[in-house]
């Protein structure tokens, strides 16, 4: 009650003139995909041992769920307008790039880099113990699903300013530079069988997504018919693109190792993020109107609150429960995945979990709060972006390989030297932050 009645104040100080939507959006995008990791964990305990399958391999028709709980374009669209925002803020003040780019990797980074140190310790702790380097590669790859979000979204954050600048000179016609070069990536990949580029439409896809913000933000987004009529195209585009062509269908993740929407990103993520935007956009005049509920309000910025504390740990509280209950002879594991009693056990599954993670979440999230000392000299953008590509970089190859894992024995030290290096290379050591007045 205490908790709630702190965000009723919060929520009751809110501007005139904030876009709540923007928040519900980014609040209702991160609990989705929250609900969706842990709705679609398959363990199962049978005579001591533990399994895990994929389950599109076990229940193919799950794959259709991946076009409801991939809602990583939400995300995007929310942060291209929250940075089109936060540029206008910091343009008239006359705060420059270096000045603007170090509060925002402070923001992202701290709460990143706290998992990361913690899951270091973990693995180390675990290799003491004499832990198999299977199962800390295991447990490790998946906590570490999170991460590889925030850090392509850091490296999407540094392209900003220039982003918004290519929007504000040529308008739509840098969304669709953008989605033509994603294309591009993807022809190599499929017609010409040249895959590695396909690694740059990280850029170009989620670049694109981005943009998207940028055109809520500037207010040119048409009528709710037209944005359906986007959304209905966008759609098509996708039935197409799966159906009639070489896509997978799944949106999210896939049975198949080498064919994915994600991994690297394809063009079939634009649709679905155009897809959202019209159905989305389309929605909200009526939203606001319900935002204005002062329950509904309180709602969201509760969530948005701790945000990144629920969003980087919901993974990790899992593996845990799953490792105790594992210890205690597979307790509430025996259920065979994808039948009735298993669909039946994901509520109270869910509702477990949920009970674990927000006292951890109220833990932590106070490191969200933390403000970069103004006292600290401003580093020049070279340093800023060269400490942050360091850090994304050592954070994709963790997320990749996992502890443990990799082409070489002890692989896991190359990573997590390059976040070290990049926290001190772009001025992000902990603990110079202070909690805002």
Same mark, same amino acid.
């Given at each position: ?215 809520? %933000?500037?207010?040119? #987004?048409?009528?709710?018919?037209? /944005? @359906?009529?986007?959304? $209905? +195209?966008? !759609? ?109 056990? %994901?509520?109270?599954? #869910?509702?477990?979990?949920?009970? /674990? @993670?927000?006292?951890? $979440? +109220?833990? !932590? ?73």
């Amino acid at each position: 009650m205490r908790l709630w009645k702190i965000a009723a104040e919060m929520a009751a100080q809110t501007p005139p003139e904030r876009n709540r939507y923007v928040d519900f959006l980014r609040a209702a995008s991160i609990v989705v995909v929250i609900l969706g990791h842990w709705l679609m964990a398959t363990v199962y305990y049978d005579n001591g041992t533990l399994t895990s399958q994929h389950i599109f391999r076990l229940l193919p028709a799950t794959q259709w769920l991946t076009w409801i709980f991939q809602v990583m374009p939400v995300f995007f669209i929310v942060g291209g307008y929250s940075n089109a925002v936060s540029l206008e803020s910091a343009q008239r003040r006359g705060v420059g790039y270096a000045g603007w780019l170090a509060t925002r990797l402070y923001r992202l980074a701290v709460p990143l880099l706290v998992l990361i140190f913690t899951w270091t310790a973990l693995s180390l702790i675990m290799r003491f113990l004499d832990v198999s380097p299977e199962v800390i590669q295991l447990a490790t790859r998946a906590s570490l699903i999170p991460t590889w979000f925030l850090a392509i979204y850091i490296m999407v954050v540094i392209l900003a300013p220039v982003a918004y600048r290519f929007w504000k000179r040529l308008g739509f016609v840098s969304f669709w530079i953008l989605v033509a070069l994603a294309i591009v990536m993807d022809v190599a990949f499929f017609a010409a069988r040249i895959q590695w580029p396909g690694w740059s439409s990280y850029f170009w896809v989620w670049l694109a997504i981005h943009s998207l913000g940028f055109v809520w %933000r500037d207010a040119r #987004i048409g009528s709710p018919r037209q /944005l @359906l009529t986007v959304s $209905a +195209l966008a !759609l098509g585009a996708m039935w197409l693109l799966v159906f009639y062509g070489p896509y997978p269908l799944a949106m999210v993740g896939s049975p198949d190792q080498v064919l994915s929407n994600t991994t690297p990103p394809k063009i079939t993520l634009v649709a679905l993020g155009l897809f959202q935007f019209g159905v989305l956009l389309a929605m909200e005049k009526p939203m606001r109107r319900k935002l204005a509920n002062p329950r509904l309000w309180t709602a969201t910025v509760l969530i948005n609150s701790m945000i990144m504390s629920i969003y980087l740990w919901h993974i990790t509280v899992m593996i845990v429960l799953i490792a105790v209950l594992y210890l205690a002879g597979g307790m509430g594991l025996g259920l065979e995945p994808v039948t009735l009693h298993w669909w039946l056990a %994901r509520p109270p599954w #869910i509702a477990l979990m949920l009970c /674990l @993670l927000l006292p951890l $979440a +109220l833990l !932590l999230s106070p490191l969200e709060r933390l403000s970069r000392n103004p006292e600290l000299p401003v580093l020049s953008p070279v340093r800023q972006v060269t400490g942050a590509a360091l850090i994304c970089l050592g954070i994709a190859l963790l997320a990749y390989f996992g502890y443990a894992g990799g082409p070489l024995p002890w692989f896991d030290v190359i990573p997590f030297t390059l976040i070290v290096a990049g926290t001190f290379v772009s001025g992000l050591v902990p603990g110079l932050g202070r909690k805002p007045a």
